[in-house]
């Protein structure tokens, strides 16, 4: 199976500050790779698909970038919704798999 | 407006099995891909098997074949995923989910199963 690690695990940040979550694959995904956000209590909901493409509806100030092993999804300007737990998904080879999740939180 | 909606939590002991649905609505059921996806605590998000509805085709992870049989009823706009020999372990909220064959961007509210003696 692939693995996926997210870096970090934790990240405390303020409204209005600029985060990166970092997303390795233990093999190349080439760019099939998909973003959630979770918040407690209900479902993930899909941010970007295939490494950079935003969902339709997600604030552009969610970028996502990366091909290969290694992937990053950049918020900017957080916002007070953007306080959740994040996940990378590969869907080069089944099975697909998650990585860990990033939990941003309020500092 | 699609909408994915399942049936309740669930609690059974360890040996038995369980059956969740999930309802679609607002979609066209028979051109969709439904994928399972379950929460474990402690364990992240674990990718489970997908159905196509059309073609009643199925594909399971390694690690689920044998422990998980999806089906459908189309004339119900409903999927059902059976999980067996439930183990403590098994714990998880269980999510269906379509959109796309690979990610997705529909899901269900997630079904509490809780394994307990």
């Known amino acids: 199976d692939i693995h996926l690690t997210q870096s970090p695990s934790t990240l405390s940040a303020s409204v209005g500050d600029s985060v990166a979550i970092t997303c390795r694959a233990s093999?190349?995904?080439?760019?099939?790779l998909a973003w959630y956000q979770q918040k407690s209590g209900t479902p993930p909901k899909l941010l970007i698909y295939?490494?950079?493409s935003l969902e339709s509806g997600v604030p552009s100030r969610f970028r996502a970038s990366g091909s290969g092993t290694e992937f990053t999804l950049a918020i900017t300007n957080l916002q007070p919704d953007d306080f959740a737990t994040y996940y990378c998904?590969?869907?080069?080879?089944?099975?697909?798999?998650f990585g860990q999740g990033t939990n941003v939180e309020i500092k | 407006q699609v909408q994915l909606v399942q049936s309740g939590a669930e609690v059974k002991r360890p040996g038995a099995s369980v059956k969740v649905s999930c309802r679609t609505s607002?979609?066209?059921?028979?051109?969709?891909?439904f994928s399972w996806v379950r929460q474990a605590a402690g364990h992240g998000l674990e990718w489970m098997g997908w159905m196509n509805l059309q073609t009643g085709n199925t594909a399971y992870a390694d690690r689920f074949q044998g422990k998980v049989t999806l089906t459908r009823d189309a004339s119900r706009n409903t999927v059902f995923m059976e999980l067996s020999s439930l183990r403590f372990e098994d714990t998880a909220v269980y999510y269906c989910?379509?959109?796309?064959?690979?990610?997705?961007?529909?899901w269900g509210q997630g079904t509490l199963v809780i394994v307990s003696s």
């Open positions: 998904q590969q869907y080069h080879k089944s099975p697909w798999t």
């Open positions: 295939k490494a950079s």
């Open positions: 093999q190349s995904v080439d760019t099939w």
């Open positions: 607002g979609y066209g059921i028979n051109n969709e891909h």
């Open positions: 989910a379509s959109g796309g064959m690979y990610n997705w961007k529909f």
